[in-house]
């Protein structure tokens, strides 16, 4: 599979060779083949090959592919040596997220490669030794002939390996404090940030760029203005990828939603000649709006064409009809009736008002996805009369916090102790739990019992959420997707069984509105992969008569709010809408790690509407609608 095609003019902007796959399976099948080709050219001619290896989501699916190469098409790793980026300090190789445990479930174990050849960051070398070891290790690489392919992900903060901001491009391998967003990022992981190790040994940006090629990979769009920032921007110890514009043999290779943020994606027309589609023309626009600090109806016809926008003009007439027309169609947007405003003319409003009333499900890949971002429309569906039900994909045991588990079993523990009945199983249950809690310690792998009652736990709290909203349990569903139930983070597979599911919920309940979100999340997360479930059960029902009359609405994660001209419907929330949302996002009491919450997100989209020249809001929450075609 090739990388989508591009003209020079087009990359510009682009400081390092930049390739956009469709899919990250395309791009790892493509990097696997060249990293085969150099494998066994090399083994030819004698020659043992050294990799150098990177752990995180990102380099999941070019392991497996990796894998399946050895597997089924023969690929030998007898003449592989690897070196591993890094490693958390202060974990042993047996913890289960030491990337040395990772490496080995992910890759090693698979693949016939000796180990001997492995080198993955020692994370228990005392600090006092620290130094002498990372020489050790800087030599080891040396002895082996050098890196003959470095292979990267790339943290939020910009950081390759470990390398985080303030990073010296000539820094080597040492140990380095972790960065706030980085721990952040982690916290899932080690069911909490206070959990995450505050050091790691790394590799330093000056033995990344001694490698002879680099590929760094990308997916999903919460790395997307890191990767631009890293590709266009100014190399700088502020994002450590951005050194790898000074290496002449360094590629990233990322998929469409990584790109998003890229200047040939999201301004096109400053990098060579388009076609003025009605969304490029709203994003252009819009674009313009912000750039000149303007509204839209005060944009004159001078600042168009300094801006590369001449011909836009010529297609309609002036900036005054132009302005007029994007103003009208982001008005538009907005609905105080996400369902609908029955009785009304709706040849300009984003939904439709008949049928009325509607059935809507909404879809939230763990529980509290959907209040993040739709608290208020749910509130509204419910309260304009609509049929809501919430189908919460997966029970979000896995962000549960053992505190919060214990804390249940010991109540139930001392009420059945106390109890005048003969509540033995109870007690029973209850000390299992807690001896489980004990005997696991903050890392061990949660049976699935455990897992099962922390499900429940956040079931209570999704309950508690959704009733500040208006929806009762009996709107509620709870599907509990296999990929989710037997697998952990990184490693879920979706099956015809989880389609299934979700295709039983659309069959029941005939909806006229779909909500669902995850579509630009990495494909491998939780929101990734649920989202990945709803789309295959759409497909497979494309054909039913209810389906060719459902409009799918998608909202976003956490992580990356729609623009102002991504955006299809725009509900308003007052002050006391946006209070109420806050106030149910509180009863997440269950969560392990406590994000900040405060509304800023929706506020900050009705600020944009309000610089734009629309009304002004108290918050705004932003939806994008979801056509066929696409999917
Ligand atoms: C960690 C690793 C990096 C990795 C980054 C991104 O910080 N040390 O090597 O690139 O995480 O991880 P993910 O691929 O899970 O987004």
């Known amino acids: 599979m090739e990388p989508l095609a591009c003209s020079a003019q087009e990359q510009q902007f682009e400081k390092i060779p930049t390739l956009i796959f469709p899919t990250p399976g395309d791009a790892c099948a493509a990097l696997a083949a060249e990293i085969r080709q150099l494998i066994?050219?090399?083994?030819?001619?004698?020659?043992?090959?050294?990799l150098g290896l990177a752990t995180g989501s990102t380099p999941v699916p070019f392991y497996r592919e990796l894998i399946r190469l050895h597997r089924e098409e023969?690929?030998?790793?007898?003449?592989?040596?690897?070196?591993?980026?890094?490693?958390?300090?202060?974990?042993?190789?047996?913890?289960?997220?030491?990337?040395?445990?990772?490496?080995?479930?992910?890759?090693?174990?698979?693949?016939?490669?000796?180990?001997?050849?492995?080198?993955?960051p020692d994370g228990t070398i005392h600090r006092d030794e620290v130094f002498e070891y990372c020489a050790g290790?800087?030599?080891?690489?040396?002895?082996?002939?050098?890196?003959?392919?470095?292979?990267?992900?790339?943290?939020?903060?910009?950081?390759?390996?470990?390398?985080?901001?303030?990073?010296?491009?000539?820094?080597?391998?040492?140990?380095?404090?972790?960065?706030?967003?980085?721990?952040?990022?982690?916290?899932?992981?080690?069911?909490?940030?206070q959990n995450v190790p505050r050091f790691a040994i790394t590799m330093g940006v000056g033995t990344i760029l001694a490698a002879r090629r680099v590929a760094l990979l990308a997916w999903g769009e919460n790395k997307a203005d890191i990767v631009a920032q890293a590709v266009e921007g100014e190399q700088t110890d502020a994002v450590s990828a951005s050194f790898l514009q000074g290496h002449s043999a360094s590629r990233f290779i990322i998929n469409k939603a990584a790109a998003s943020a890229l200047k040939r994606v999201r301004l096109p027309w400053l990098t060579g000649s388009v076609t003025w589609t009605?969304?490029?023309?709203?994003?252009?626009?819009?674009?313009?709006?912000?750039?000149?600090?303007?509204?839209f109806l005060k944009l004159v016809d001078e600042e168009y064409s300094e801006h590369g926008?001449?011909?836009?003009?010529?297609?309609?007439?002036?900036?005054?009809?132009?302005?007029?027309?994007?103003?009208?169609?982001?008005?538009?947007?907005?609905?105080?009736?996400?369902?609908?405003?029955?009785?009304?003319?709706?040849?300009?409003?984003?939904?439709?008002?008949?049928?009325?009333?509607?059935?809507?499900v909404i879809f939230s890949p763990?529980?509290?996805?959907?209040?993040?971002?739709?608290?208020?429309?749910?509130?509204?569906?419910?309260?304009?009369?609509?049929?809501?039900?919430?189908?919460?994909?997966?029970?979000?045991?896995?962000?549960?916090?053992?505190?919060?588990?214990q804390k249940f079993s010991t109540a139930l523990f001392e009420i059945s102790d106390q109890s005048p009945h003969d509540w033995k199983d109870q007690l029973g249950y209850a000390q299992n739990i807690l001896s489980q809690l004990e005997e696991k310690g903050p890392f061990g792998e949660p049976s699935p019992e455990l897992r099962q009652l922390k499900g429940l736990i956040r079931r209570g709290d999704a309950r508690n959420a959704c009733e500040a909203c208006s929806i009762r349990a009996d709107q509620i569903e709870f599907l509990d997707l296999p990929f989710y139930k037997k697998g952990r983070y990184r490693q879920f597979t979706l099956s015809d069984e989880d389609v299934d599911s979700v295709v039983a919920v659309l069959d029941k309940m005939k909806p006229h509105q779909?909500?669902?979100?995850?579509?630009?999340?990495?494909?491998?997360?939780?929101?990734?992969?649920?989202?990945?479930?709803?789309?295959?059960?759409?497909?497979?029902?494309?054909?039913?008569d209810w389906m060719k009359d459902c409009y799918v609405w998608l909202y976003r994660g956490q992580q990356r709010e729609l623009a102002p001209h991504e955006i299809d419907m725009a509900v308003p929330m007052s002050p006391g809408q946006l209070a109420t949302k806050l106030n149910a996002i509180q009863k997440f009491q269950s969560h392990s790690n406590s994000e900040l919450v405060d509304g800023s997100r929706n506020r900050d989209i009705a600020v944009l509407y309000d610089k734009l020249g629309l009304a002004e809001y108290e918050a705004i929450e932003a939806f994008e609608r979801y056509l066929p075609e696409s999917m």
């Open 40 to 50: 066994e050219s090399k083994a030819a001619k004698g020659e043992t090959t050294v």
């Open 74 to 120: 023969g690929l030998s790793f007898e003449t592989v040596i690897t070196f591993n980026l890094d490693e958390y300090h202060g974990l042993s190789r047996d913890h289960p997220e030491s990337y040395y445990r990772f490496m080995h479930e992910q890759l090693f174990d698979h693949i016939n490669l000796k180990p001997e050849n492995i080198h993955v």
């Open 137 to 193: 290790y800087e030599q080891a690489i040396e002895d082996a002939g050098g890196l003959d392919m470095q292979i990267l992900g790339i943290g939020r903060t910009g950081h390759i390996g470990f390398n985080e901001p303030g990073s010296a491009r000539d820094s080597r391998t040492r140990l380095i404090t972790l960065d706030r967003l980085t721990r952040i990022d982690a916290a899932a992981d080690f069911q909490g940030e």
């Open 278 to 295: 009605p969304d490029l023309t709203r994003r252009a626009v819009t674009w313009l709006a912000f750039k000149t600090g303007k509204p």
């Open 309 to 360: 926008m001449a011909d836009l003009l010529t297609e309609h007439g002036s900036a005054y009809d132009l302005n007029i027309k994007i103003f009208n169609d982001i008005q538009h947007t907005i609905t105080g009736w996400p369902g609908g405003k029955p009785d009304a003319d709706d040849s300009n409003r984003p939904e439709r008002s008949e049928p009325s009333p509607k059935r809507a």
């Open 366 to 405: 763990e529980p509290q996805d959907d209040v993040l971002a739709m608290g208020g429309t749910m509130e509204r569906l419910v309260k304009q009369g609509h049929r809501v039900l919430v189908a919460y994909q997966t029970s979000g045991d896995l962000r549960v916090s053992d505190a919060e588990t």
């Open 514 to 544: 779909i909500f669902a979100t995850g579509h630009l999340a990495d494909p491998s997360s939780v929101q990734g992969v649920a989202f990945e479930a709803v789309r295959r059960a759409l497909i497979k029902l494309q054909d039913t």
